[in-house]
Every structure is written in structure tokens, then in C-alpha cells.
């Protein structure tokens, strides 16, 4: 029997139902958690991580698969965004192949989104497809890319352009390993879990925005209320986004709503290459100029667009977005992969806990939208 996590949220897919646990050294008990979800038949994983994320958790991930009696295949990738490539994935398999490993095998993710929409996208595709579990290591991976079954890889004129939907069969969420996160980690990961206090539930907003700016380094331990935070936080956020993916899996609907602050997000890093923003600071700005469009739209109160723009800036300091082009900005949401007969649309605020979708207002408005929200945040 593997060990109670402190929370456990279900994903509720049919035969592809999965577990999301939740709680501090959970990473300890990663090797009875497979066990349960993958069954005796499970022998081997091979397991993508990167070097930074290795050097702290390898150790404890190894040690509880080996006491699982489930062998491991270590794959480290490089370390950031620019490695989300399809060479990348093809370095796996080749690596999978020259090990001859079957489909009786698995993948295990070990890291932020990176790692794990690299890895589910490998395990999409190897041998036409092998299962794959998630130990999410930041907060953003926590409260959203490890849940959902989104996996790609980037092209150089946009993220995530190619990719397969592919569940996972199990996350196990360590909320102990976000204590060594950087800074502006956090602070991506916070700007994600302000995007589902806004197209959701105007309550997390509210508790998220009193608790800004909110970080645990590795030197002290945190306090029971700091752990109950976190922990319930990360919960409520997989919990909205489990509900939405149960609902409409492959985004024919409602699953765009997840999508608030990413159309000018994602071409925010494009332009800048992914080598400036952090993917969630991206979001931060896409949805602060979200608001602003839906407040030029008539779609928003301003007031509460300024609410959003306030809680943008408690998260923390954004770097300095001198020298980028709001032109360049909306010439590169064209390449966004909603786009419909090239027309973009946005999900927007109509009020705090509550977003529509609609067509894009003028290049000029969009400019205009863009440039004051990479001044203003
Ligand atoms: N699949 C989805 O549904 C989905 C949703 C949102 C975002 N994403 C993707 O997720 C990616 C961003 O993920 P991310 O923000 O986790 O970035 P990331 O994976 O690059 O991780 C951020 C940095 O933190 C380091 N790190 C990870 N865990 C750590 C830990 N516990 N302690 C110290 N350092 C640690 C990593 O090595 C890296 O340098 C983007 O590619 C984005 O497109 C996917």
C-alpha cells in the first residue's frame, strides 16, 4: 500500500483516470506511489530530468524506486527552455533504443514543465507510445503543466507548436522540493495560480493576492500555516484545472479558458527567444494586457483590471522589458496555435472568477494593449 499523500485530487478521464498527490516528501514515496498506479508489471522507468534538478532529488527519487524494486534509466536533458526541442526528444529515444527499452517500460518526468512536457512528448511518440508518470518540481509544473496531458516541444517561431495529448498515469507533487526554488520560480509559478483565481474563483484571487509575495527558501522550516497554504493552494489550483481537462480534454471548449494571459504570453516569448521571461512572468504580462483589451473592449471594469495589474506586481519584480517591441509582440500572436483562419482570439475577464471568449480588437488596440502592459507591470 503506498503511503497517504496530505491530499489527493482525481482526474477524472474514464479509463484514463489519474491521481494527482500532494503533500511534502511525497518524492520519498515516489517508488510506492508507481507501484500502486502501474501495477506489478512495471520494471523499469526511464527517467528525464535535468542537472540541477537531479543533483537535489536524485538521490531520494533513486533510493525509493530501488526499494520499489523498479529499476531506472537516468536521462538528463539541458537545462532550460531552449532545450524543449525536438532534438532533445530524439536524443531520448535514441538513448531508449540503444538501452532496448520495451514498451513494458515508463517514463518518469523529474522536474519543472520543461522536463515534463519533453518527456510526456517522448513517451507519446516511443514505440508509438509508452505510459508516463509526473514529479513535478516547481510551482508552475505543480499547479499546471503536470496535470492535463498537454506535451510538446517548441518551434523557433512559437511554443509548443508541435505535440501530442498524452495523460499521465500518476503525479506526485512534492511541495518540500519547491523550498529550493529561485525566486523568480516562484514567482512564475504564482502568476499561473493568479490565472485560475481570475477565470475561476474569485476567492483564490483574493487569498492569493493577501499572500503576495509568498516564498520558502531551504533554510528554514516552514510554518504550519505556510505548509497548509501551499499545500491547500496547489490542491485548489490542480483541482480547478482537473475539472476543466475532465470536462473537455482536447480543448474543444471550455479548456481554452486556461489560455487567459498566454496568446500575448507566448509571443512575448517568442520575440524574446525564451531567454528573457520566465513562461509564467510571460503570463503575468499576458494577463495584465488581457485585462487592458477587455477593458478597451467594453468587456471589464477597469477597476478590476487594475486588481489583476496590482496582484501582477505583488508577485515580485519583473526583469526590465526595455527594448521589446509591441509591434513585434502582435506580429507574433498571429503564429498562435488557436488562431482560427489566422483570426486570434482571446479568453477575457468579464469580471474576477469569470472569462469569455473574443475575437481580437484591432492591430492598433492590441499595440496599444501590449505596450502598456510590459510598462505597467
Ligand atoms: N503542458 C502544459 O499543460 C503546460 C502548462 C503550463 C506550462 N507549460 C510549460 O512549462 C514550461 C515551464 O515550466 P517551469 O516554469 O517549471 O520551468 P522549468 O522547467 O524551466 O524550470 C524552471 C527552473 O527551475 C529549476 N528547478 C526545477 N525544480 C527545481 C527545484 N525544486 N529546485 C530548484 N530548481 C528547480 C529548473 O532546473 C529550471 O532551471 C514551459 O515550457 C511551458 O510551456 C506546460
Not at 182 to 198: F, I
Not at 237 to 257: F, L, M, N
Not at 258 to 276: C, M, P, Q, S, W
Amino acid at each position: 500500500m503506498p503511503p497517504s499523500p496530505l491530499t489527493t485530487v482525481p482526474v477524472a478521464l474514464a479509463d484514463r483516470a489519474y491521481d494527482i498527490h500532494i503533500g511534502p516528501g511525497c518524492r520519498r514515496e515516489i517508488g510506492a506511489y508507481a507501484r500502486a498506479a502501474f501495477g506489478e508489471r512495471l520494471k523499469t522507468f526511464v527517467v528525464v530530468s535535468n542537472p540541477t534538478v537531479w543533483e537535489l532529488y536524485g538521490g531520494d527519487v533513486l533510493q525509493s524506486l530501488r526499494a520499489a524494486d523498479i529499476g531506472a534509466e537516468v536521462f538528463l536533458m539541458g537545462d532550460g527552455e531552449r532545450f524543449k526541442t525536438i532534438r532533445t526528444a530524439e536524443k531520448l529515444w535514441d538513448f531508449c533504443i540503444e538501452r532496448r527499452i520495451e514498451r513494458g517500460a515508463a517514463f518518469l518526468a523529474v522536474g519543472g514543465g520543461v522536463v515534463g512536457d519533453l518527456a510526456g512528448f517522448a513517451a507519446a511518440a516511443y514505440l508509438r507510445g509508452v505510459p508516463f508518470a509526473q514529479m513535478p518540481t516547481t510551482l508552475l509544473a505543480q499547479i499546471d503543466s503536470s496535470v492535463g496531458g498537454k506535451t510538446g516541444v517548441n518551434r523557433p517561431r512559437g511554443k509548443n507548436l508541435v505535440g501530442a495529448f498524452h495523460q499521465p498515469v500518476l503525479v506526485v507533487a512534492d511541495t518540500d522540493t519547491l523550498r529550493t526554488l529561485p525566486p523568480r520560480e516562484w514567482n512564475a509559478g504564482w502568476h499561473e495560480a493568479l490565472k485560475y483565481g481570475v477565470i475561476r474563483d474569485a476567492a483564490l484571487f483574493d487569498r492569493l493576492t493577501a499572500a503576495m509575495p509568498f516564498r520558502l527558501g531551504p533554510d528554514r522550516v516552514p510554518t504550519a500555516a505556510e505548509q497548509e497554504f501551499l499545500i491547500e493552494t496547489v490542491a485548489e489550483c490542480c483541482r480547478i484545472k482537473a475539472g476543466v481537462v475532465a470536462r473537455d480534454e482536447r480543448e474543444a471548449g471550455e479548456r481554452k479558458i486556461l489560455n487567459f494571459g498566454h496568446t500575448v504570453g507566448h509571443a512575448i516569448e517568442a520575440v524574446t527567444r525564451y531567454r528573457k521571461f520566465r513562461h509564467g512572468e510571460a503570463v503575468g504580462i499576458g494577463m495584465v494586457a488581457a485585462c487592458d483589451i477587455a477593458v478597451k473592449t467594453g468587456v471589464l471594469a477597469a477597476a478590476d483590471a487594475a486588481r489583476v495589474a496590482e496582484a501582477v506586481r505583488r508577485v515580485g519584480r519583473m526583469p526590465s522589458a526595455r527594448g521589446i517591441s509591441a509591434a513585434e509582440v502582435v506580429a507574433a500572436l498571429k503564429y498562435d496555435k488557436k488562431a482560427s483562419g489566422g483570426a486570434v482570439r482571446f479568453i477575457l475577464p468579464r469580471a474576477i472568477g469569470e472569462v469569455g471568449e473574443y475575437a481580437a480588437p484591432s492591430d492598433a488596440v492590441l499595440r496599444r494593449c501590449v505596450e502598456w502592459a510590459l510598462k505597467n507591470v
